[in-house]
């Protein structure tokens, strides 16, 4: 069943701010966290240069264009884009100089017996990123046009979740979709819960949709907004990502999960996100089910651009500096007010604020 959707209205593009905030922590955690930071580091050399020793006893063919399908520490899964191996798939090494790579990505690889090299990436159109428990951001996936933000009865949707997302969509920026999937398992208590949930984010003109990856219901709509372009599924494990995926490219078989018994959560199935191919055109990444989805590395300013229904009011207030909290002439409080903005979208607001501020996120829950 389609909920009318409609095209968001034109995003801006804003830079990412160079720095990220920091958390006053005590001599202990800083020498903990320092201790944690080395290990990682001598890790990783220790395979940085076994990658390179790799490499250098590796006859190498000539440059060439290449996808990333997905990555595995410092090995990746490239298909070929041209050639007489185009569309075959061939495991790489990472050159250590390159950022990290990840689904999605174009790069410039050379093909070697058993092993290649990516030697370069080719410039990002998108990035959706995440920030990591350390601080620093880490890619999630790349050169995406649709951000696909799944839901279902089961495990519970948290609105806050979804927005985190929105705000995300808006600052790369791609077109947000809202997806309601399983909805062969709507009670009559859940389906007016999460019809109300749906309706709020029609109402600020978000594309939202309502299919059963097991029924079917649905997918031909949710197909259709895919074509010819890059698209990522987002949501908690257990909202059947997965599924989706099986059911719009049957044959790829991923991974599914079910419920935890007794909790209602979801069971992690997918460890890495995966790049698929649509036969007429499109493409489709999976990712791993999430328990937050922080929004360290934004401005309060990004924050608030990305609840779009909150623009119009931007610099109207009566005070240049208001923090729309308690201040006379707030627009964005007169607003809720009348009705115009919806109340739980302005606790959202203020919930991802306050995590920012705090530099904590709130862990969503999926497995015990």
Known sequence: MLFRPTLACALQRRLLPSSMKKKQLNRQQLFRIQKI?????????????????????????????????????????????????????????????????????????????????????????????????????????????????????????YPNLIDRYLVAAEQIPVQPVIVLNKADLLTHDSRDELHKLLGLYQK????????????????????????????????????????LINAL????????????????????????????????????????????????HLEPADVYAGFIEFRPYLGHCKFRDCRHELEPGCRLLQAVADGDIDPGRMASYRQILQSIQSDTSPAFPEND
């Not at 790829?252 to 007429?280: I, M, Q, Y």
Request: net charge neutral; aromatic share 4%.
């Open 37 to 157: 930071q080395n290990e990682h580091a001598a890790r990783a050399g220790r395979r940085q240069t076994r990658s390179e020793e790799a490499i250098g006893h590796t006859e190498l063919g000539p440059e060439q264009a290449g996808i990333v399908i997905a990555h595995f520490g410092q090995q990746l899964d490239i298909e070929a884009r041209e050639g007489d191996n185009k569309g075959r798939i061939f495991r790489c090494h990472q050159r250590t100089n390159l950022e990290p790579l990840v689904a999605g990505d174009r790069v410039i690889w050379q093909a070697g017996d058993p092993v290649g090299v990516v030697v370069a990436n080719l410039p990002r159109r998108t990035l959706l990123t995440r920030p990591s428990s350390f601080g620093d951001l880490r890619p999630v996936a790349a050169n995406i046009d649709t951000l696909i933000i799944v839901i279902a009865p089961l495990p519970q949707a």
């Open 204 to 243: 600020i003109a978000y594309p939202v949709l309502q299919v059963s990856s097991k029924t079917l219901v649905g997918m031909p709509d949710l197909k259709a907004l895919l074509n010819d372009r890059t698209s990522i599924v987002v949501g908690q494990s257990g909202v059947g990502k997965s599924a």
């Open 249 to 296: 490219l049957p044959g790829v078989n991923t991974l599914e999960g079910e419920l935890s018994e007794g909790h209602e959560k979801g069971r992690h199935t997918t460890s890495s996100a995966r790049l698929f191919h649509f036969p007429d055109g499109g493409d489709l990444i999976d990712s791993p089910g999430i328990r937050e989805f922080g929004l360290w």
